[in-house]
Every structure is written in structure tokens, then in C-alpha cells.
């Protein structure tokens, strides 16, 4: 820690004070913490000093989220508003110090945090009078200077006196164990109208029934968590005059609706519950603060309209906007103001409906919700226009690394995907009037250069497939579902005459393909150098395909019409094990499935493969 806290921009003078300061000849105190880890403390700036006491309300070993603790931090006022600066960026730079300070480690499970038992007890320690923690099996007093309170209790007559410590600030409430005895409803016995100047209220997991209605009164209130608790149906009206409140936890909660006047909670930064509920908000527009709006259904009623969408400048992360078909214009989609939302990685467009009436709308409308461009996901389900939209380009979206078109039944042209220089993933499924996508996935270093993914399926009219073999990062390529297709020709590899094909692909595969029967390929061309995994199924007129690359680790064929299977290793069915080991040196190859290949008549000789972990054989009459 010592070494965290030199690094922290300070001088020669800082250094010498630091080497001759007495703290160096205290002896450890009764509590155990060590006069160094003191010393850490106290040249923690102010600000770090608040953060890290406050973590002494939690046990030991507990793993800390980064954001939850940054919005505990920001309930009780920790975090300065710094300029041009989100107040949760600058919580998010005040842990990040406390962690190049040693005083938090990464735990190695889903992004979290945990502390030190001696930095605990050094938390313990300094909060001790301010911060308290008490159990059910203790007689511990509660200090009257207590402000921070963590109580774990099911005694009702507890939870009642802890109503008499008026001044507090923060109180959680937890259950024994994580998952609390459902049987129990608890009632809740605290009298709120005496908890004035609460700012925290965690009641996580304590098998409650309702919130009473006099939690109103915590006009203070800024962060309530009563998350996993499953017997709650409704939520009181009187929640929505908790205008100062910026944190709701309803995760499992088992509620049927929200309060009608939610969007009274102006400064409402995260709301946390299942997105069924959250997009049947009325007025959800006025909500100017929140962060995650994870979907939003349009409605044609009064506060359900795609415009409600235009004031919420500060969404965060990823929205899905359902019912499309509800939007009658250009105009009014561009009441969303997509384009100005720059915190959004993810978006979602999704059309319900394909009545013909909207056909020509559609395209107008999807026109308007142009996205910003620093959107990095973006997926279009439903749409029912036949052309593309002027903004889905490279200048106007060079961030984007995923794209999935779904669904569009008659869009017809998609060239323009492969001006987009970032792509990393496409999925293309259920486009049944595009005929071809060749001009947009040309064999030009400037289409996709950086595509690794990509997923073509139920493509109807798609009768051949794009030259792929030279995209240079191309690791993963999926063919399904193309039920009209009839062969896979030399353009599929590209139509160079030299070089590798497919120089970087790992993984193919080919299934629900009845109508295949030709895969031509170019003799004396690399093919496949580093595939490791092969699938092909569903493809019974299928009768023949390239040889293996040595590279392949797992080869599964099923149902496919193949006679000739030896052929597969013609070149290393020799007649001696020489030539398998030392000229193929097919190594790798560790998971082989055969399966329903009705007109097969032989296998080939599979001694002398090493690695094979996985043989399956099934379904082979001949």
C-alpha cells in the first residue's frame, strides 16, 4: 500500500516526511489495524477518506460493483460535481484511485471488487462512532452519533427501535442469508416518519410484502434498493413524491405495474426493474435524468409516443424500440432524436407489424431515427421498406462492430453494409427478397476489413453466395436455412488465382440446405489454413466437398448425401502411416461425427490420428 500511495504524484519532501514520520515506531493497536495502513489513510485526500470509511458498512469478503458503490457514494453526497464532467465519471476516477492505492483488489468474478481484511478492519476502525454494523445474535449498542447503520435483523422489535435513531443518514436491513426464507412474510416495522433525513434504504431480500405508504416522507431519499423481494405486487403511490430519489432497485420484484405518477420522479437516474414494466411508464419523457431505459414500447395513446424518447439526453447503454408501426412520419420519428443520443452502444429497431398500409411509411420513418455515430450495436427486426436507409453508411457509422437485419421481408438491397469499415459482426436472417449481396461484400481490401462474424440464413432468393474467401479477418462464417440455394461456386472462395482462401476462418458452418449439390473449389489454392471446426447438416443432395485442412480439430456431418467419403482423405489414406504422419501431419483433429449419411459404403482408416478424443458413427446402412 505504501507503494500505491508514493506513486501518487508526490514530491521529495512528501517522500522524506512519509520515511521520518513516528508513525513507523507505533506499536498495533487492540484493534489489530497496523500503524502503515494507517499512514495510507491518512494521505488519502478528503474525498477518498469519505469513499473508503464508507465501506466499513459492509461484512467482510463482500464483493463491491464498481457502479453500485459509485451511486451509494453519490446518495450520500461523496462525489463532487466536477466540470464538464458526469458525476458518476468522476465517482467512477475516485474508486479507480482507491484501487491503484491498494485499498481495493480485484476479486475475479463478474467485475468485482473485494477489500482486504486488514483494510476492513482498518475501515472498521476509523468509521467506528459514525458507521455501525449490528446482527441479530450480538448486544452490541448502537451508538447515538450512529448516521450509517447496517442491521441484520428479523426480530420486528429491533427493526422498531431502530426507528428511534432519527438521524440517520443510510440503513440497510439484510436477511441471514442470501436467499431469505419466502415463507416468512415480513411485515415492515419501521416507523418512517421518524427516518427524516435518510438518503440510503437498502431492504434487499427481506421477504416483504409492501412498501407502507408513508415511505413519502423520506423527502431525502436518494437511493432505494428492495430488490429479490418476491412477495411485492404494487408500489404506493406516495413513492412518487420522492422527487430527490436517483437509484430504484426492483429486481425481482414481483410487481405488476408501476405507480402512475413515476414520471414525477424528475431526477430518477437509474431504474432498475424488469423491461416489461419499465416501458408501460406514462410520460416516461419527463424522466430527463434517467440513464437506462432498456426498452420502449410506441403506443399511439397519450405519453406513449416515439417522442417521448426526444428529452432523454443521458441514456446509457442499450434501448429497444418496439411498435414501430406506430409512427406515422418522418417528422415524428425524428422526434426521438436518436442522433444526439452519444452514451447509447446499442440500439434496436424493431417493426411488429408488415401490413401493407405501412409499407411505404416505414422507409420514411426509419429515415428519421438515424442513431448517433458513436452507436457500436445496432439491429433492425421488422422492417418493411425495400431500400435502406441514407445514414446506414461508413461515414455516418464508423463505429458500428455489430449489425443484424432480421426479418425484413421485403428490403432488397443491403450493399451498403460493406462500406462499413469497423464491422466486426454481421447477421443477416429472414431477408427473403434480397437477391444478392455480392456488391457489398466485394473482395476489395476497403469492404469489411474487419469483419470477424458473419451469419447469413432463410434468405430466400439468395441463389448464390458472396465472394467471402478473402475478407482477412473472417473467423466464424454460418450458412443456414438457405433452402433455394443449389451450389457454392469458385466466387465463393474469391477470384483470385493465388493466395489463401479464407485465411483466417476457425469455424463454418452449413446446415438446412436441401437444394445444394455443387461446391466447386480451385485445385492448388490454400483453402481453410486455420479452420478448426466444420459442421455440415441438413444438406442431403450434397455429394462431395474440398479436403480437409490439417488445422481441423472437430468435423460433424449429418444427413448429407455424401458417396464418397473416403475421398475426404484421399491424401492421407495412403497406402503406408508414414505418409499420414510425416507428410499431412494431421495432429489436431480430436472430435469426428457421422451421422445419417444413408448412400455411404466405406469409411477411411482413422488409426492413426492421434488426438481423436470423439468418434460417433450412426445411421450408415451401406
Known amino acids: ?123 472498521q476502525f476509523i468509521s467506528e462512532g459514525e458507521f455501525c454494523r449490528i446482527d441479530d445474535d450480538e448486544s452490541k449498542e448502537i451508538p447515538n452519533t450512529t448516521r450509517h447503520l447496517s442491521a441484520t435483523l428479523t426480530d420486528g422489535t429491533k427493526l422498531m427501535e431502530l426507528s428511534c435513531y432519527d438521524k440517520l443518514r443510510t440503513l440497510e436491513i439484510n436477511s441471514k442469508s442470501f436467499w431469505f426464507d419466502f ?83 424528475i431526477n ?6 424488469e423491461d416489461k414494466i419499465i416501458s408501460e411508464i406514462n410520460d416516461v419523457g419527463k424522466l430527463t435524468s434517467l440513464q437506462k431505459l432498456c426498452s420502449f414500447k410506441v403506443l399511439k395513446d397519450q405519453g406513449h409516443e416515439v417522442a417521448q424518447l426526444g428529452s432523454l439526453k443521458q441514456l446509457h447503454g442499450q434501448l429497444r424500440i418496439t411498435n414501430l408501426e406506430n409512427v406515422e412520419s418522418k417528422q415524428e420519428a425524428s422526434k426521438a432524436n436518436l442522433n444526439n443520443k452519444q452514451y447509447l452502444e446499442k440500439l434496436v429497431l424493431e417493426w411488429t407489424s408488415d401490413d401493407g398500409n405501412e409499407l411505404i ?38 463505429n458500428l462492430i455489430t449489425l443484424g437485419l432480421k426479418n425484413c421481408k421485403a428490403w432488397e438491397d443491403i450493399s451498403c453494409i460493406g462500406q462499413l469499415p469497423n464491422l466486426k459482426k454481421l447477421s443477416v436472417k429472414g431477408m427473403p427478397a434480397v437477391k444478392q449481396i455480392s456488391h457489398g461484400l466485394s473482395t476489395e481490401s476497403k469492404f469489411l476489413p474487419n469483419l470477424e462474424e458473419l451469419v447469413l440464413e432463410n434468405m430466400v432468393a439468395l441463389e448464390e453466395l458472396p465472394s467471402l474467401g478473402q475478407l482477412p479477418c473472417l473467423k466464424v462464417l454460418r450458412i443456414d436455412q438457405m433452402s433455394t440455394m443449389t451450389k457454392v461456386g469458385h466466387g465463393f472462395f474469391g477470384y483470385r488465382d493465388q493466395g489463401k482462401c479464407f485465411p483466417c476462418l476457425e469455424e463454418l458452418r452449413f446446415n438446412g440446405m436441401p437444394k445444394w ?106
Not at 466447386?520 to 479436403?547: N, T, V, Y
Open 1 to 123: 500500500m505504501v507503494g500505491g500511495l508514493l506513486k501518487e504524484g508526490m514530491n521529495e519532501k512528501d517522500w522524506r516526511n512519509i520515511a521520518e514520520s513516528e508513525i513507523w515506531q507505533l506499536p498495533q493497536n487492540e484493534e489489530g489495524v497496523l500503524p502503515v495502513l494507517q499512514l495510507s489513510y491518512q494521505c488519502l485526500p478528503p474525498h477518498l477518506k469519505r469513499c473508503f470509511v464508507f465501506c466499513s458498512l459492509f461484512p467482510k469478503d463482500h464483493r463491491f460493483y464498481e457502479d453500485d458503490l459509485v451511486w451509494l457514494w453519490m446518495a450520500e453526497g461523496y462525489v463532487d460535481q466536477a466540470n464538464n464532467m458526469e458525476m458518476e465519471d468522476t465517482g467512477s476516477r475516485y474508486f479507480l484511485d482507491l484501487v491503484n492505492r491498494s485499498f481495493f483488489q480485484e476479486a475475479h468474478w463478474e467485475s468485482t471488487y473485494v477489500m482486504h481484511d486488514l483494510i476492513h478492519d482498518l475501515a
Open 183 to 265: 415463507r416468512v412474510k415480513s411485515p415492515l416495522f419501521i416507523q418512517f416518519e421518524k427516518l427524516k433525513n435518510i438518503r440510503v434504504l437498502i431492504l434487499q431480500n427481506y421477504g416483504l410484502r409492501e412498501l407502507p405508504e408513508k415511505i413519502g416522507g423520506l423527502i431525502h431519499l436518494r437511493y432505494l434498493d428492495i430488490s429479490y423481494n418476491n412477495y411485492i405486487r404494487r408500489l404506493p403511490e406516495s413513492l412518487c413524491g420522492l422527487y430527490n430519489l436517483r437509484v430504484l432497485d426492483l429486481l425481482f420484484c414481483e410487481l405488476q405495474s408501476l405507480p402512475h405518477g413515476m414520471s414525477k420522479l
Open 268 to 273: 430518477l437516474m437509474h431504474l432498475i426493474v
Open 361 to 398: 411509411m416505414s422507409k420514411e420513418v426509419l429515415e428519421g431515427l438515424q442513431p448517433h455515430q458513436a452507436l457500436k450495436r445496432l439491429t433492425i427486426r421488422g422492417y418493411t421498406g425495400v431500400r435502406s436507409p441514407s445514414w446506414l453508411q461508413a461515414q455516418l457509422l464508423a
Open 517 to 622: 449439390e455443387e461446391w466447386s473449389w480451385a485445385d492448388g489454392r490454400e483453402l481453410f489454413p486455420c479452420l478448426r471446426k466444420l459442421q455440415i447438416a441438413k444438406c442431403p443432395r450434397l455429394k462431395r466437398m474440398p479436403p480437409l485442412p490439417p488445422s481441423l480439430k472437430s468435423l460433424s456431418l449429418c444427413q448429407v448425401g455424401l458417396t464418397e467419403v473416403p475421398r475426404l482423405w484421399e491424401e492421407i489414406d495412403g497406402s503406408s502411416s508414414s505418409m499420414i504422419v510425416s507428410e499431412l501431419k494431421i495432429y489436431s483433429l480430436e472430435e469426428i461425427k457421422l451421422v445419417d449419411i444413408p448412400e455411404c459404403e466405406e469409411l477411411p482408416y482413422l488409426g492413426q490420428l492421434p488426438s481423436l478424443k470423439v468418434l460417433r458413427i450412426e445411421g450408415m446402412p451401406q
